[in-house]
């Protein structure tokens, strides 16, 4: 299934349709794709950087996942159309999807943007900082934006995040405006780089698997064509017409 062009409706009838895959890559991810021990949840956030997330961690034991066995964990790197490599380490209410292990320690958060991510400068920039914050405390990150850019972020929402990290040139096809980005965090501790695995897509385009990384060695390829598929068959009948058509019927009778 293409991807729809969701910059036509109003935010609130994105919010469901993100409310529901966020729902369908949990579902997906938790039926045999995460190895034992580790879990994807659905978490709100209402702001800020990484403080709702991290607040949650399970008492007793350590704090270090053990290493991951079962499910489909990949150690090749993912082939994507963009790879970079950093040459040092490193708003509104909405879901997040959150992978812990054994419902404690944060190992990898999935955030989809919502227009509220790009509604203003401030919710944008705390957007791009909360991003950062993670990949500093060792998270590794996978953002899906559906959205087009805007005026805040005219080359994608990736070439923000990574101008925070390292700039470089970089310059977005114009036919390929939405932006799938996984970042895998780097370790001051033994000189290890962050990297950001990059696709572009465009409206009309199907969408491909895309890594979110356990370790900085191994992942799990998150189904995203596949849940869309998922999440866009649960929705209301007029929504989905709104969205292919721009318009639900009988409106201009």
């Known amino acids: 299934m293409p991807v729809h062009d969701w910059s036509q409706v109003d935010a609130s009838v994105y919010h469901h349709f993100h409310q ?3 729902i369908a890559i949990c ?3 938790n039926s045999g794709l995460l ?3 580790y879990s994807a949840l659905v978490e709100q956030h209402t702001g800020g950087v990484a403080p709702d997330v991290l607040a949650f961690e399970r008492r007793g034991g350590s704090n ?8 489909v964990l990949t150690a090749t790197p993912p082939q994507t159309r963009l790879v970079r490599q950093a040459k040092a380490a490193l708003a509104v209410r909405a879901n997040r999807i959150v992978i812990r292990h054994r419902l404690g320690v944060v190992v990898c958060v999935m955030e989809i943007v919502s227009p509220g991510n790009k509604g203003s400068r401030a919710a944008f920039r705390a957007f791009v900082e909360k991003s950062i914050d993670f990949l500093r405390r ?4 996978l953002i899906i934006d559906l959205l087009p850019p805007t005026p805040r972020d005219p080359q994608g929402v990736h070439k923000a995040i990574w101008d925070e990290i390292e700039e470089e040139p970089f310059e977005r096809p114009l036919d390929k405006p939405l932006t799938l980005a996984a970042y895998v965090a780097g370790d001051l501790l033994v000189g290890s780089e962050t990297t950001a695995y990059v696709e572009l897509v465009g409206v009309g385009d199907p969408l491909p698997d895309m890594p979110a990384y356990l370790t900085r060695d191994g992942y799990v390829s998150v189904p995203l064509e596949a849940t869309y598929q998922t999440a866009w068959g649960t929705c209301p009948a007029d929504l989905r017409e ?4 721009g318009k639900l019927s009988g409106e201009d009778e």
């Open 35 to 37: 190895p034992r021990g």
């Open 242 to 245: 709104l969205v292919e058509t």
């Open 20 to 22: 529901r895959w966020t």
């Open 64 to 71: 270090r996942p053990s290493e991951p066995s079962g499910g």
């Open 138 to 141: 060792g998270i590794h990150v």
């Open 27 to 29: 579902d997906a991810l």
